[in-house]
């Protein structure tokens, strides 16, 4: 059911242009209950099987809906949680199950954005002690010393430098996003995983991030895995979309296809969910014309209990006998583009 | 009509107390007529103007949709509409006349009378304004029982419809299960059949979809759509996200730092806007319905503090065009005045130059997404 694309680990890719290869990925977690007797009563089958891999410089949007796994997949990759199966490999290395200790030196490398910008910093730390947080707990000794580095990472992200000495509750949202942005950047990490980084912001300051991001990524060639909700924040920011349903990877494509050509019913759904900033028609009696959407029903399953096989199929208007017995697997329809679907759309008939 | 059957009690008591303000009657017909509309709230850091003069009418059957960031004042004037500042601090000035009755100086009792009744709000976050520790059904029956002189059976029949109504899959059994239960969309649901069980004549939904999945905010959006069509109430539908609003609103009300910046039709507004920070908020968002430009542009600097609202213009920090009015801007308050039939904006700048300016904007915009997607196709 993976996609061949594993090296083993400690071989070095031979193409050393891809910078992260996810296989296999999964996380389950036991549901217990009792006290004295603690028992499993269920599992939570967040993440399961997920394989993609990310090139160095560019940028893969992971999408879905709440529950679909993308913060534990993001989670995992940073390996902030441990994964229940699979094989995550950074760099020629397979970093899966490295301990605390062997990770430190890696976490300079991978580096993490927030979505909350008001609870991912410390009320009681000033700017400067967040921001310098890095470097002392790399122990790292910068050139010009701690504050100067700071003072520049600051100006980096657009922060005024002489706000060192300020505390996070005298910053807006954006500001304090940026601070967050500019703590990710003390250590020149190569890959960053940013979970979120927008959607708790206000439009006009939202867009100041997105191009922040942007200019950061090719002044300093970072490789970023950005997750979110909204899927036209993802087309703006991600050189390769990941669709996620329910723990499952459903749809792996470059941006221009997904959005042209998304195949997966559910992508296909999703895309049309999105409401458009353009006035519907006004019919002949002064009323609004709907728009043509495909129209899901129902709520996410609980991954509790997903359903088999498929798991799309309970929602899904093309699904038929062979989706509620037998899983799709993920499949390259055209070049780049990986779908699992039985039943994709936008296929030239087979 | 139907909407007013069981008011004849608060109808004869109305009349037996004269109301305070029968010194100005409501200058339109239409069912809402905001005018001047002042909210304020003293605190120890000064006087925080959270709405500052608004003023807007809205029409039965029709959805007015009021968009601005995060303090811009929409939450505040949404409350301000349900009598919900009553018992604070606030300071409510201005005139607020549902149905040519005045809401602002009217009692505390009439407008408790009139609230979940005639006016009724859909909250943001479902799962904080539904009580858990009673029923869906019985949450839903309550405004029902109050309002109307009906028997707890028949108040929770009529729950089980206002479920089904609202696309609840078994509604008999669903109506005695409690808030956690439910998924988020479902609780959103029961939160529209809560506001609309008395068949109100104005429904406020503050972010109705803005906790919800893009999936389930196409269905609620559908649903509040049909269901007005079928109760022919007059919506308010508060929101940051433009998507939304072109979807539902007929006018729209673009607010920023507690005033307004922009009224007219959606069409006014996503066509031919005239405000720079409606051009600011268009340019801003990502589009999907355009080919892909490679920057946003965004506005720059961020909202302002509303106890330190910058003299003129509250915009003019952050507005690029602030320098081609001869310093007006700066410290003259731009009155709101039409720039086309029923489209109001709160400018200095003048209308020629604002078509111009937008014409440029829009311009420029699509050929940047267009030279963008070519330079990707090759």
Known sequence: MTTPVTEPAEVPAPASDTLLTVSGLTKHFPVNRGIIFRRRVGLVRSVDDVSFDVARGETLGIVGESGCGKTTTARMLTRLIEPTAGQIIFDGRDITHLRAGAMRPLRREVQMIFQDPYSSLNPRHTVGSIVSAPFRLQKVKTEKGTKKSVQELLELVGLNPEHYNRYPHEFSGGQRQRIGIARTLALRPKLIVADEPVSALDVSIQAQVVNLLDDLQSELGLTYVIIAHDLSVIRHVANRVAVMYLGNLVELASREDLYKRPRHPYTVALLSAVPLPEPAKRTAEGGRERRERVRLVGDVPSPLNPPPACRFHTRCWKAQEVCRTEPPPLRELAPGHQVACHFPENTPAA | ?378
């Open chain 2, 1 to 378: 009509m139907a909407l007013w059957r069981g008011r004849t009690k608060g109808a004869a008591r109305d009349a037996a107390a004269p109301t305070v303000t029968d010194e100005s009657a409501p200058a339109t017909s239409a069912m809402l007529d905001v005018q001047d509309l002042k909210i304020h709230f003293p605190t120890d850091d000064g006087l925080v103007k959270a709405v500052d003069g608004i003023s807007f009418t809205l029409d039965r059957g029709k959805t007015l949709g009021i968009v601005g960031e995060s303090g811009s004042g929409k939450s505040v004037t949404s409350l301000g509409i349900m009598g919900l500042h009553h018992g604070t601090n606030a300071q409510v000035s201005g005139k607020i006349w549902l149905d040519g009755e005045e809401l602002i100086a009217a009692s505390a009792a009439r407008v408790r009378e009139l609230r979940g009744d005639k006016v009724a709000m859909i909250f943001q976050d479902p799962l904080s304004s539904l009580h858990p520790y009673y029923t869906v059904g019985y949450q839903i029956a309550e405004a029902y029982l109050i309002h109307n002189k009906v028997g707890k059976k028949a108040a929770k029949q009529h729950a089980v419809d206002m479920l089904n109504r609202v696309g609840i899959p078994n509604p008999q059994t669903r109506v005695d299960d409690y808030p956690h239960q439910f998924s988020g969309g479902m609780r959103q649901r029961a939160m529209i059949a809560m506001s609309l069980s008395c068949n109100p004549e104005l429904l406020i939904a503050d972010e109705p979809t803005t906790a919800l999945d893009v999936t389930v905010q196409a269905q609620i959006l559908d649903l509040m759509a049909d269901l007005q069509q079928e109760f022919g109430s007059a919506v308010i539908i508060i929101t940051h996200d433009l998507g939304v609003v072109a979807e539902l609103a007929d006018d729209i009300l673009v607010m920023y730092a507690g005033r307004m910046a922009e009224y007219g039709t959606s069409e006014d507004i996503f066509d031919r806007p005239a405000h720079p920070y409606a051009w600011g908020l268009l340019g801003s968002m990502p589009r999907m319905d355009r080919a892909r430009s490679e920057r946003l542009i965004p506005i720059p600097g961020t909202p302002p503090s509303l106890i330190n609202v910058p003299s003129g213009c509250p915009f003019h920090p952050r507005c690029a065009y602030a320098a081609n009015t001869n310093g007006k801007s700066f410290n003259e308050v731009p009155p709101l005045r039409a720039v086309g039939p029923g489209h109001l904006a709160a400018c200095h700048l003048s209308t020629d130059e604002q078509r111009r300016i937008w014409g440029e904007l829009l311009a420029a915009q699509l050929s940047a997404a267009d030279s963008d997607q070519q330079r990707e196709d090759a």
